[in-house]
């Protein structure tokens, strides 16, 4: 692991984003709450938030960190359901792959439930879309 006790305590906070490609009958199915398997968007953001928040344990050489904020917004959309995950966290550094992580755990959770309507649903565009805190300061996505 990277030694970050010399880093100082700041507020970081992470945005990541990704989209799940469907189909309009799938969308559909989705919005009005007729898909096999109950609702997969509570299902999705709870996922998420979890994932956030085992992030150290899934990926090598992660610190855990103490997260103090972890939201997991899915908005249907004319392609498919927009994934969007914020976290936060005072500590030594960032908070990226946790949002990262997220988002890719709401995406696969979504496939998951809806995979026996739609197998080629695609998990897609998965990004960093802002960052803030920590020496190297604030990011944007363009």
């Given at each position: 692991?990277v030694?970050?006790g010399?880093k100082a305590?700041?507020?970081?906070?992470?945005?990541?984003?990704?989209?799940?490609?469907?189909?309009?009958?799938?969308?559909?199915?989705?919005r009005?709450?007729?898909?096999?398997?109950?609702?997969?968007?509570?299902?999705?953001?709870?996922?998420?938030?979890?994932?956030?928040?085992?992030?150290?344990?899934?990926?090598?050489?992660?610190?855990?960190?103490?997260?103090?904020?972890?939201?997991?917004?899915?908005?249907?959309?004319?392609?498919?359901?927009a994934?969007?995950?914020?976290?936060?966290?005072?500590?030594?550094?960032?908070?990226?792959?946790e949002a990262?992580?997220?988002?890719?755990?709401?995406?696969l959770t979504?496939?998951?439930?809806?995979k026996?309507i739609?197998?080629?649903?695609?998990?897609?565009?998965?990004?960093?879309?802002?960052?803030?805190?920590g020496?190297?300061?604030?990011?944007?996505a363009?």
């Amino acid at each position: 692991m990277v030694d970050v006790g010399a880093k100082a305590v700041t507020e970081r906070r992470a945005t990541a984003r990704g989209m799940l490609v469907l189909s309009k009958e799938t969308l559909a199915l989705v919005r009005d709450g007729r898909t096999p398997k109950g609702d997969v968007l509570a299902s999705a953001r709870l996922a998420g938030i979890m994932a956030a928040k085992k992030t150290s344990e899934l990926i090598p050489l992660a610190h855990p960190l103490p997260i103090t904020h972890a939201s997991v917004d899915l908005v249907i959309e004319a392609k498919g359901i927009a994934i969007e995950a914020t976290v936060a966290t005072t500590a030594q550094t960032g908070v990226e792959m946790e949002a990262l992580t997220a988002v890719t755990v709401a995406g696969l959770t979504l496939y998951d439930m809806l995979k026996a309507i739609e197998r080629g649903a695609r998990l897609t565009d998965v990004r960093l879309t802002a960052k803030s805190g920590g020496q190297s300061g604030e990011y944007r996505a363009e």
